[in-house]
Nanobody, 126 residues
Framework: QAHLVESGGGLVQPGESLRLSCTVS????????IGWFRQAPGKEREGVSC????????YLPESVKGRFTISRDNAQSTVYLQIDSLKPEDTAVYYC???????????????????WGKGTQVTVAS
């Protein structure tokens, strides 16, 4: 079965940076777009990034554009999310997910993903 495991979260001060990792197994990473989502208590799940199967196309919503960078290393079966200039409003559980269909167009719509990790907590506070 498909398995995705996030890591790299933690407690950081505003303005600091984190690099989250999503390591996958059970499927061929290079075939699938991978998305990152976040969800905080009382808030809806929000798509924050996506990277296409080739790594040539990415998705970043306006809320995180300029601070979040997504990349992938298919040989290492890992997708990364670099988060710079962290703000308190970035506090959330961050999830990675694989899209339902191979070679799909990158999307921030959670309904297009069918394999999810369990998340890693990012807390930004002074």
């Amino acid at each position: 079965q498909a398995h995705l495991v996030e890591s790299g979260g933690g407690l950081v001060q505003p303005g600091e940076s984190l690099r989250l990792s999503c390591t996958v197994s059970g499927f061929t990473l290079r075939l699938y777009p991978i998305g990152w989502f976040r969800q905080a208590p009382g808030k809806e799940r929000e798509g924050v990034s996506c990277i296409s199967n080739t790594g040539q196309n990415t998705y970043l919503p306006e809320s995180v554009k300029g601070r979040f960078t997504i990349s992938r290393d298919n040989a290492q079966s890992t997708v990364y999310l670099q988060i710079d200039s962290l703000k308190p409003e970035d506090t959330a559980v961050y999830y990675c997910a694989a899209m339902q269909h191979i070679f799909g167009d990158c999307s921030g719509d959670a309904l297009r993903y069918d394999a999810w990790g369990k998340g890693t907590q990012v807390t930004v506070a002074s």
